[in-house]
């Protein structure tokens, strides 16, 4: 399973962002070990960051996305291309991903 997680830093010890859609990075898991870092290409600019990082990250395969908060865009598009999606926040990622 891949999973990705929002995050305010390029490892596991750093916060989930609670910014889905505009997060700074995007850590992808496989299998529970770090296979990639994402610095969010979307992160700055118009509307649709949400929906263009669910594509995205669906596009790399990804299984499941964890960040702080996502909006509804966000939310409906992953659900479309059948990403679980969640929301937790005040953690580390490595603790998100122990608790996905």
């Known amino acids: 399973m891949k999973v990705a997680i929002a995050s305010e830093g390029r490892d596991e010890n750093s916060m989930v962002s609670n910014i889905g ?3 700074p990075y995007y850590l992808i898991f496989e ?3 770090l296979v990639e870092v994402i ?3 979307f992160r700055i600019g118009g509307g649709g960051a949400g929906f263009s990082v669910a594509r995205m990250l669906a596009d790399r ?3 499941k996305v964890i960040a702080g908060r ?3 865009n966000m939310r409906a598009a992953l659900l479309e291309r059948g990403v679980k999606a969640v929301e937790l926040s005040g953690i580390t990622v ?3 991903l122990e608790r996905a």
Do not use: T
């Open 21 to 23: 859609g505009r997060a």
């Open 31 to 33: 299998d529970g070990k």
């Open 39 to 41: 610095s969010n290409p």
């Open 61 to 63: 395969g990804v299984n």
């Open 70 to 72: 996502m909006g509804p």
């Open 94 to 96: 490595k603790q998100a």
